[in-house]
């Protein structure tokens, strides 16, 4: 998204604009390869929302339009909707002006077309007020060929007096179907991702956060939305998927009313966060991210994740090494000896880099647990005498990368920088700091700890040459909000996060090719705000596969598996204390990207043997992990069994995971459809890293019709809790 603006500057952009009179009407499509969201202005001039969903052709069939409402009532569905005039329902802008007028009365003024890149036009709508000259530009950036819509919009004081922006959407869109089946992620720290599907009823629903950071524990800033059905369908019926680009509070409104039309908003939250717009002033919200199918859930996300590693994320679905990190072999419990002892049996099992987590860094507070040492980031020599060079040099000798960790927007009371920067903290004036994991947060609005976020970068980036990964991690969210540096404590939560955008725009500047993982207590930073700038996202702190599954599923119903950090620990594990089999631990974690998190020395060199067997073969097939289009064949939700693929663009090769995950699988195995193959091709079956070479399909290493394994589909004998399977399926 961020390097589309810049390609704005640098392609010769097709314009064209448009002026009209309330009285001529103006039609405005937005299309991709399959989708079209048009736009539409009446009588009045107000831009009516007229559709989105399949392509329907000409926008102008639409003159003529008779939708039936009570003009002297209601509006009809707007594409902006401002709070005033006859709009009861919830507005996507509400303004309170210096007059303490609160109506808005947003009327088309113009637009323009541009075509930035071959696959991508930018469409901007020009709506104003007449009274107070606020103009709201609406802007829409169509991705052709992955069937993605960008909407944001910029809302601009052009009147002469300061005005408070009380609301502030991103993007509307209005449907109407007879059913609206509702998907969400929600969670907590450890359970992130949970899917929960509900039908709509008459009213509001809204899906949000308002902790400021570490905002994508409890429900994520996007959803599904199954049309005209109360069941969630993988492969079939009309699906429109949302997320925001936001990584603080956000809020995602359904509102069903009484002609049983669905208004969606979505966009920054607007509770605590009234905005000050001085005359002349401009706000742009994040942007909103669209996608339609009109054959299922499995193709919304699709076209999310084709859309998130071509333009969305800043991977570019490079492929990130396989590693081992420190954290849950040695906590905070680690001298040189330890860790290069770790480096080389990560070396030994094939693993191709080395993080040091938490617990390196401190003097005066030694950081050897969480209770101190935050914001010290100079290297604890005790632990660590020779530096963190000999380190990453040891890790490169070895061939294999070498990434560190740290948590630069915290601060330790009991640190040095606590006491030295007591006005740096998030606090309001006159109450108490409250800590979280016994630390706090250090206010982004200032540009002086900006600054000093940056530096903590930078410089943990000069202890070593050639650093080649960063774990940025958040450990705590806002409470008490306040800022010494702002005057107006309502813009806290929203210039936090451009603060922490800024300096995450510095850090690409200067280091864009250092791997960096956006980490916040597991996934409490998952959303496509943070992924502009991270290559990928830790995804729980809970690496216990049967609890993986179901996170790992409902992370990459929106989100792309090259982000998705997912890791083998030890058993029992230590956040659920279940015992898995080791083949079951890879077999979850090879859906994403590989790594391991234990201390290996407590590993039998037959558990290192098959480590290193799965590790090989992950590497092997990785790439269809990293850029293949993922299809669920099988949601752990619905039975005994989950299975998925991931298959490349051609379709001549797919890797299929398959798990039992509940117990009473004994008398029934699966059938999985294999639904991402192409059924012209004949493919082989090849199941990888098969314990005592035995395999659980019959059917292994035969040839089979494309046809056969779509239609009919493969049975493996997963029977057993645990049991798992790996397949290579391609053809010649
Ligand atoms: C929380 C993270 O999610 C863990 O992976 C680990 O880095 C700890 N913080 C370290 O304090």
Redesign the pocket.
């Known amino acids: 998204m961020r390097r589309i603006i810049a390609a704005v500057c640098l392609c010769a952009a097709l314009l064209v604009s448009a002026l009209s009179s309330a009285a001529e009407k103006t039609y405005i499509s937005i299309a991709t390869r399959s989708t079209q969201m048009v736009l539409g202005t009446n009588d009045n001039g107000e831009l009516l929302f007229l559709h989105y969903g399949a392509r329907m052709g000409a926008a102008e069939q639409f003159e003529g339009l008779k939708t039936y409402r009570r003009v002297d009532y209601s509006m009809d569905p707007q594409a902006y909707p401002a709070q005033g005039g006859r709009y009861y329902n919830v507005p996507a802008l509400a303004v309170t002006y210096h007059d303490s007028d609160r109506n808005t009365e947003l009327r088309y003024s113009s637009h323009k077309v541009e075509a930035v890149s071959s696959d991508m036009t930018r469409t901007s709508v020009t709506l104003v007020d007449s009274k107070t000259c606020l103009e709201v530009k609406l802007i829409y950036e169509a991705y052709y060929d992955t069937d993605v819509i960008l909407a944001s919009s910029e809302i601009t004081n052009g009147g002469k007096k300061p005005v408070v922006l009380d609301a502030f959407a991103s993007s509307a869109v209005n449907l109407k179907a007879g059913k609206y089946l509702l998907t969400h992620f929600y969670g907590s720290w450890a359970r992130e991702m949970q899917m929960e599907s509900e039908l709509l009823t008459h009213g509001v629903k809204t899906v949000e956060n308002k902790m400021g950071v570490r905002t994508t524990h409890t429900e994520n800033p996007s959803f599904m939305l199954s049309l005209n059905t109360s069941t969630f369908d993988e492969n079939n019926g009309e699906v429109i998927a949302g997320a925001l680009a936001w990584s603080g509070n956000y809020r995602l409104s359904f509102q069903i009313d009484e002609t049983d039309q669905l208004s969606i908003l979505g966009g920054i939250n607007p509770d605590a966060s009234a905005y000050p717009l001085a005359k002349g002033e401009t706000f742009r919200t994040p942007w909103m991210i669209w996608t339609f199918s009109s054959s299922g859930a499995g193709q919304a996300s699709r076209n999310l994740h084709r859309w998130a590693r071509k333009d969305g994320c800043y991977s570019h679905a490079k492929v990130c090494p396989t590693l081992l990190?420190s954290?849950e072999g040695a906590y905070f419990d680690f001298g040189t000896k330890t860790l290069t002892d770790m480096i080389d049996d990560a070396c030994e099992m094939g693993l191709e880099m080395f993080v040091l987590?938490?617990?390196w860094f401190g003097s005066t507070y030694p950081r050897d647990n969480?209770k101190q040492g935050l914001g010290d980031w100079e290297l604890n020599e005790k632990k660590i005498p020779e530096g963190i060079s000999y380190l990453a040099d040891y890790a490169h000798s070895k061939g294999m990368k070498f990434g560190i960790?740290i948590?630069p927007e915290m601060v330790s009371p009991k640190s040095n920088l606590a006491e030295k920067h007591p006005d740096w903290v998030v606090c309001s004036e006159g109450r108490e700091k409250t800590t979280t994991r016994s630390q706090w947060l250090l206010d982004l609005t200032n540009p002086k700890v900006q600054d000093f976020v940056f530096g903590v970068f930078d410089n943990t980036m000069k202890l070593a040459p050639g650093i080649d990964y960063i774990?940025w991690?958040c450990?705590r969210h806002v409470e008490g909000f306040g800022s010494s540096y702002l005057k107006e404590q309502s813009r806290f939560y929203i210039d936090y996060i451009q603060g922490l955008y800024s300096v995450l725009s510095r850090i690409r500047e200067k280091y864009p090719d250092v791997i960096v993982q956006s980490?916040?207590?597991?996934g409490g930073r998952v959303d496509f705000g943070a992924l502009n700038w991270f290559d990928e996202a830790?995804t729980s702190?809970n690496t216990e596969g049967l609890s993986r599954v179901f996170i790992q599923y409902g992370t990459n119903m929106i989100y792309p598996a090259c982000i998705t950090g997912s890791h083998v620990s030890a058993v029992p594990n230590h956040q659920t204390g279940n015992v898995t089999p080791l083949k079951f631990r890879f077999d979850v974690a090879c859906a994403g990207r590989l790594g391991m998190?234990l201390q290996p020395k407590n590993m039998s060199e037959s558990e290192k043997e098959f480590a290193k067997g799965a590790v090989e073969s992950y590497k092997g097939y990785r790439e269809l992990v990293f850029e293949g289009d993922l299809y669920r064949l099988i949601s752990p939700y619905d039975g005994n069994h989950y299975a998925l693929m991931y298959v490349n663009e051609d379709k001549s090769k797919a890797v299929v995971f398959a798990y039992c995950i509940r117990y009473q699988a004994r008398t029934k195995t699966p059938l999985i459809r294999l639904s991402g193959l192409d059924g012209s091709k004949n493919y082989t079956v090849k199941e990888l890293n098969v314990p005592e070479g035995k395999s659980c399909f019959w059917g292994d290493g035969k040839e089979f019709s494309g046809e056969f394994l779509r239609s009919h589909g493969i049975n493996p004998q997963l029977v057993k809790l645990y049991d798992s399977a790996v397949f290579i399926v391609e053809s010649k």
Do not use: F, Q
């Open positions: 990190n954290w987590d938490d617990g969480s960790w948590e774990k991690d450990n980490c916040s207590s597991g830790w702190d998190e």
